[in-house]
């Protein structure tokens, strides 16, 4: 089975720009989950989707946003950058989101100048 | 608020040598899972191993064993025959079932250096 995907790797904004990332899980699972990484806030929950529903949500600005598609693929979206926003953003995928194995992707490095 | 502790910031270990990482969580759930994640400088966060919070036995798989202390909610990983691959940033994590949908809470994670 392909792992989790996330695309792209790589990506340099400025304050103000919006910026989509995007995830696809392992096939079959149904529930995807996106981390916010930085030194020095360690890796923290941002949401959760299940079926195309967001069922779980961290402390994140409302700038911060995200959805799921039919096919379990997930994107999340965060407008008007701000310097702070400069982070590796994981994405994991599980069967059900209830407390089974997450499998995390590579992750988005996001830059924001 | 639920909370995961890891007190060493720091680790390093000889080829071969045993190594043990600690952990303490601070929940007042009763259902729950814990985990241990490793991620090696490429970045990619590996699962190590996983222990059921209502199983009393301790998990293991392969050189990784957990010292599970539900009392003392305490899930230390021990790491035996150290070998060089086994240097990364290992993250200890745990998520409450049932009501917590796919939220994994993680402490600041250890970095394990292992010398050959």
């Known amino acids: 089975k392909a792992g989790v995907t996330q695309t792209p790797r790589y990506l340099i904004k400025t304050r103000g720009q919006q910026v989509t990332l995007s995830c696809s899980p392992i096939?079959?699972?149904?529930?995807v989950s996106w981390y916010q990484q930085t030194p020095g806030q360690g890796l923290q929950f941002l949401f959760e989707y299940f079926s195309e529903t967001q069922r779980n949500k961290g402390n994140f600005p409302g700038r911060f946003s995200g959805r799921q598609f039919s096919n379990s693929r997930s994107e999340m979206n965060v407008s008007t950058l701000e310097l702070g926003d400069s982070a590796l953003y994981l994405c994991?995928?599980?069967?059900?989101?209830?407390?089974?194995?997450?499998?995390f992707g590579p992750g988005t490095r996001l830059t924001v100048l | 608020a639920q909370t995961v502790t890891q007190s060493q910031p720091e680790m390093s270990v000889q080829e071969a040598e045993t190594v043990t990482l600690s952990c303490t969580y601070d929940?007042?759930?009763?259902?729950?899972?814990l985990f241990w994640y490793k991620q090696p400088p490429s970045r990619q966060m590996i699962l190590v191993i996983r222990?059921?919070?209502?199983?009393?036995q301790n998990a293991t798989e392969n050189r990784f064993s957990v010292n599970f202390q539900k009392a003392a909610k305490s899930f230390s990983l021990k790491i035996s025959d150290s070998q060089l691959g086994d240097t990364a940033m290992y993250f200890c994590?745990?998520?409450?079932?049932?009501?917590?949908?796919?939220?994994?809470?993680f402490g600041q994670g250890t970095i394990l250096t292992v010398h050959p």
């Open positions: 994991a995928s599980s069967l059900d989101g209830d407390a089974d194995t997450q499998y």
């Open positions: 096939s079959g699972h149904r529930s």
């Open positions: 222990q059921e919070a209502y199983k009393q």
């Open positions: 929940t007042s759930e009763n259902n729950y899972y």
């Open positions: 994590a745990f998520m409450i079932r049932s009501t917590s949908y796919g939220k994994l809470t």
